[in-house]
């Protein structure tokens, strides 16, 4: 069975700052599909970005990217020049080919003004 | 993309009783997805519904108490029986319209209390 584990949390950031936020998955699949989440006290979840394991190159959108560590199965978030509307429940997540996701606990961002 | 609606937003049951959640998709989907968010917690998969089929449940979630139906493409409803404190959390439902690969699309949650 698949495991991600957020090993945070608990994250702060001054306005404008970077964040960078863990993420680290256990799986014995080669072909996946990896996600970060947030959820504001909306709880509407809101894909932030995805990354597909195939893929080596590092997604990128816009503030948000990560680092994608395939070998040592890690798969950080970094926000840049981060926003009051940043502040959320961030959820890393992980996928198979058969649509089946498992989250992991979740890391709490809090944006200083 | 998909937009989901889910109903209702939010609930404060009885103990011993039922309620029925709904999700409805704008498109057909062939793969929905059940989850509950305890407070303070990760999302955990109940089950998934593919249509035309009994719902596959995941450890811990058994058929009696979180009863699901899925009549076509675009409709689930899950049911949490007899309901207990313990059950008070939020329900999401989700789908993943092309079968993994893109991302999943999430209903607004409902916040269930049991009291």
């Known amino acids: 069975a698949q495991t991600v584990t957020q090993s945070q949390p608990e994250m702060s950031v001054q306005e404008a700052e970077t964040v960078t936020l863990s993420c680290t998955y256990d799986?014995?699949?080669?072909?996946?599909?990896l996600f970060w989440y947030k959820q504001p006290p909306s709880r509407q979840m809101i894909l932030v970005i995805r990354?597909?394991?195939?893929?080596?190159q590092n997604a990128t959108e816009n503030r948000f990217s990560v680092n994608f560590q395939k070998a040592a199965k890690s798969f950080s978030l970094k926000i840049s020049d981060s926003q009051l509307g940043d502040a959320a429940m961030y959820f890393c997540?992980?996928?198979?080919?058969?649509?089946?996701?498992?989250f992991g606990d979740g890391t709490t961002l809090t944006v200083k003004p | 993309s998909a937009v989901i609606s889910q109903k209702p937003s939010r609930d404060i049951c009885q103990r011993g009783t039922s309620l029925t959640i709904q999700c409805q998709v704008d498109?057909?989907?062939?793969?929905m997805f059940w989850y509950r968010q305890q407070p303070g917690q990760s999302l955990t998969l109940i089950a998934t519904a593919n249509q035309g089929s009994e719902a596959t449940y995941e450890s811990g979630f058994v058929i009696d108490k979180f009863p699901i139906s899925r009549p076509n493409l675009t409709f689930s409803t899950l049911t949490v029986s007899n309901m207990s404190p313990e059950d008070s959390s939020i329900y999401l439902c989700?789908?993943?319209?092309?079968?993994?690969?893109?991302?999943?699309?999430f209903g607004q949650g409902t916040r269930l209390t049991v009291v």
């Open positions: 997540a992980y996928r198979n080919n058969a649509g089946k996701s498992t």
């Open positions: 498109s057909q989907v062939t793969m």
């Open positions: 799986t014995s699949e080669s072909d996946y599909y």
């Open positions: 989700s789908v993943d319209p092309d079968a993994g690969g893109t991302e999943a699309f």
């Open positions: 990354q597909e394991a195939y893929k080596q």
